[in-house]
Each structure stands twice: as C-alpha cells, then as structure tokens.
C-alpha cells in the first residue's frame, strides 16, 4: 500500500524556521512526484511546492518562492520542506501527496493530479 506520513509541524515565530517531513512507502520513490499542499480555515487548498523525484524538477508557489525549499533523501524515502521566514500567511495544514510521474521535465502542481495523501501536520506561525 502506498503510505505517506507528514511530520514536523507546530508552532514557529515569523521569521524562524520550521522543516516538514513526509515519508512514503509502498513504491519506488523515483517514479514519482511529490508535493506539499496546504489549506488554511476558510480557504481552498492550494500548492505549495512540488518534486519530480525521477528529475528533480521543481515547482514553487509564488507565495514561498525564496522562503521554501523542497528537497529530497531517496535513500530514506523522505521529502523535505523546509520553511524558512514563514509568515502569518503561511499558517495553515500542511500536507503531502504523491503520484506516479510519467513526463520528464513535468512537475504535476494541481491537487486533482495526485493520486495519493498523507494527513495533514499543521503549521502555526506567530507574529
């Protein structure tokens, strides 16, 4: 079965760091995408960073770019994503979801494109 688990949320102050965690299982990372999603109360899930795990393409919202970084450990079958310089804004559920990746050069970056979640890990950002 095909299993992620997100790891690493709580509380962090504006400006601070914060490193989320998903670990997968149940296939072979490097056929896949990897993606954070977050939603906040009273608003749409939205993208938040994407990993072509067989490419390593990425993919950033315009809201994290320069403050968030996506990265991976296929050994350890672990997706990063570390959140530096979060805002307020940033607070939200965070969650992570996998699909099987056909295209290189292709970072699926829509929720609908992936086949696969975790649960969520929620992120509360002090101000």
């Known amino acids: 079965d095909v299993q992620l688990q997100a790891s690493g949320g709580g509380l962090v102050q504006a400006g601070g760091s914060l490193r989320l965690s998903c670990a997968v299982s149940?296939?072979?990372?490097?056929?896949?995408?990897i993606g954070w999603f977050r939603q906040a109360p009273g608003k749409e899930r939205e993208g938040v960073s994407c990993?072509?795990?067989?490419?390593?393409?990425?993919y950033y919202a315009d809201s994290v770019k320069g403050r968030f970084t996506i990265s991976s450990d296929n050994a350890k079958n672990t997706v990063y994503l570390q959140m530096n310089s979060p805002k307020p804004e940033d607070m939200a559920v965070y969650y992570c979801?996998?699909?099987?990746?056909?295209?290189?050069?292709?970072?699926?970056?829509?929720?609908?494109?992936?086949?696969?979640w975790g649960q969520g890990t929620q992120v509360t950002v002090s101000s």
């Open positions: 979801a996998a699909t099987p990746t056909y295209y290189s050069d292709y970072v699926p970056t829509r929720g609908d494109e992936y086949a696969y």
């Open positions: 149940g296939f072979t990372v490097d056929d896949y995408a």
């Open positions: 990993i072509s795990l067989s490419d390593g393409s990425t």
